[in-house]
């Protein structure tokens, strides 16, 4: 058997969203050198900039992020349309409360969380059961203790299809989604995701775990359906 | 693995999951794997399912499009708030 740790640990081929201000906050930071530093004051500039109202400046923050919040609505919502949709307002949002952003957090983090709140809204406006982040994060009632998994009769066998791991992903409840999207998928640590949604690390964990059960669960149930195992 | 961790019922050994999977720690060596089928076989799916992850779902680029969309529409909020002042 492989060692799990190089399959699971997915994170590190994943891009990192860069800092701008407070950029203490959610990535490791590493040696300083004169790159490093003439990249953090280049977009502190165009942060400034932005915040000055610099309509060009705007544009190159949004440049800068797109692919990440996009990918992470497209991820959260599992539509197109949809995820263009909830990408605009968070930009929006972004560009009417970007001057009150002060640096406590990075950039990346502050309108991450923002997007986040974004796609949450929207998914409470869909009549799913989410009203808040909290609410999000709070542990499914269905978590029984003790509960166990795994069959060596249900191996998912072969390989497996995108829409049918998107359709698992779409129907995870929305707190285990977002933080198999965001560890999972958009590459974030654990430590990044409490940062991120307020919560332990541990919990960050304990969701995650859940996430990867849950879907295991529903490949299966899509196999044996299928007749593969 | 210390001796502990050699008698593990599946529940208990499941619940050390989500601490394990995000350690350096090779799995494939812990006691409890070297005779339980079924935690084995839940350990290969969640592996399958987290490769499957990472070659199915890229990080993507919107369309170019949306820019476009994004800027008119904070163009017309501008002139909205003008002219509302």
């Known amino acids: 058997m492989p060692n799990s740790r190089s399959s699971m640990q997915l994170s590190d081929s994943a891009p990192k969203p860069f800092l701008v201000a407070g950029a203490s906050s959610v990535s490791k930071p590493s040696a300083p050198h004169d790159g490093v530093m003439a990249l953090q004051n280049e977009q502190a500039d165009i942060l400034a900039k932005a915040q000055a109202g610099d309509h060009q400046a705007f544009a190159q923050l949004y440049s800068l992020h797109k692919r990440r919040i996009y990918s992470l609505c497209l991820r959260m919502v599992g539509s197109v349309s949809e995820a263009e949709d909830l990408t605009q307002e968070a930009f929006l949002q972004f560009h009417r409360k970007i001057a009150t952003f002060r640096g406590e957090s990075a950039l990346s983090t502050w309108l991450h969380r923002l997007a986040i709140n974004v796609v949450l809204m929207h998914l409470r406006k869909k009549g799913l059961q989410v009203t808040s982040l909290d609410e999000a994060m709070e542990p499914a009632s269905d978590q029984r203790p003790g509960r166990t998994f795994g069959a060596p009769d249900l191996m998912l066998a072969g390989t497996i299809d995108r829409l049918v791991l998107q359709r698992a992903i779409d129907e995870l409840p929305a707190g285990y989604r977002l933080i198999f999207v965001l560890h999972e998928i958009e590459g974030y640590e654990h430590n990044e995701i409490a940062t991120l949604l307020n919560c332990s690390i541990g919990n960050s964990k304990s969701q995650l775990h859940k996430a990867r059960l849950k879907l295991c669960d529903a490949l299966r149930k899509q196999r044996k359906l299928e007749g593969r195992i | ?85």
Not at chain 2, 35 to 50: F, G, V, W
């Open chain 2, 1 to 85: 693995m210390n001796e502990s961790t050699n008698n593990l019922t599946c529940a208990e050994f499941q619940a050390l999951l989500p601490e394990l999977l995000d350690s350096p720690t090779d799995m494939s060596q812990h006691p409890h794997l070297q005779y339980c089928d079924n935690c084995r076989a839940l350990l290969t799916n969640l592996e399958s399912i987290a490769e499957a992850v990472r070659h199915l779902f890229p990080v993507v680029e919107p369309p170019d499009t949306l820019w476009g969309q994004i800027e008119l529409a904070i163009k017309r909020e501008e002139t909205d708030s003008a002219t509302a002042n």
